[in-house]
């Protein structure tokens, strides 16, 4: 069966620090991989997608970037942490076959307070 | 890009009947997803509907979709306290078929 793992599941970092978000999948290969990020009364916001090694979609401009140095790990870095970066960081995977049934299996996420 | 429009809270008495409603922008929708996010956790899928469907039942579950109106609403049936959580609405447009999610409804259900 497949399993999705994140880590650190919370952090704690000063504003202006480097920021580093690790996303795993296991039992599937060529997955599409996202990151969403989960701030207060404001939903769930796409940052990220892949659909390959090294293949890379940005949702949304900001000081975050995302990269897939595996077939299934998918990692969430800053190099500079901004106060509006605190959140519940959310990664996901589905299918990789261009369905378009396309159901999502979420990480259990990281909780990230910028101080 | 598409809009997805919530209420963001719902109160029930447990044993009652849940309508959580959801509006959205894109026509071109195909599969409209609700997702169930437990409180400090990720999210899992509830339930879908494709969008050539008016209606779709899952045991307590069930979706009614508009598409004249771009409406879709979750009811669920014989709301029990395990219910308490966070429903996402969901639609996924063509293209890259990556749905969209609502700013969520907690559903707070008391005895």
């Known amino acids: 069966s497949q399993t999705i793992h994140q880590w650190p599941a919370t952090l704690v970092q000063p504003v202006g620090s480097p920021l580093s978000l690790e996303c795993t999948v296991e039992g599937t290969s060529n997955p599409n991989l996202y990151w969403y990020r989960q701030a207060a009364g404001r939903g769930l916001q796409l940052l990220f997608y892949s659909v390959g090694i090294g293949q890379i979609s940005s949702e949304v401009p900001q000081n975050l970037s995302a990269s897939r140095p595996q077939d299934r790990q998918f990692i969430l870095s800053s190099k500079k942490l901004l106060l509006s970066d605190s959140g519940f960081y959310l990664c996901?995977?589905?299918?990789?076959?261009?369905?378009?049934?396309?159901?999502?299996?979420f990480g259990p996420g990281t909780r990230l307070t910028v101080l | 890009g598409e809009d997805v429009e919530q209420s963001l809270f719902l109160s029930v008495r447990e044993g009652d009947s849940s309508v959580i409603n959801c509006t959205y922008t894109d026509s071109s929708s195909t599969y409209l997803y609700w997702y169930k996010q437990e409180p400090g956790a990720g999210l899992q899928l509830l339930t879908y509907i494709f969008s050539n469907m008016d209606m779709k039942q899952d045991q307590r579950l069930t979706v009614l979709l508009n598409k004249k109106d771009k409406h879709l609403s979750l009811r669920i049936a014989d709301t029990q306290t395990g219910d308490s959580a966070i429903y996402f609405c969901?639609?996924?447009?063509?293209?890259?078929?990556?749905?969209?999610f609502g700013r969520g409804t907690s559903l707070i259900v008391h005895p």
């Open positions: 996901a995977w589905s299918v990789g076959r261009g369905s378009s049934y396309n159901e999502q299996f």
């Open positions: 969901a639609p996924a447009s063509g293209g890259s078929y990556i749905p969209t």
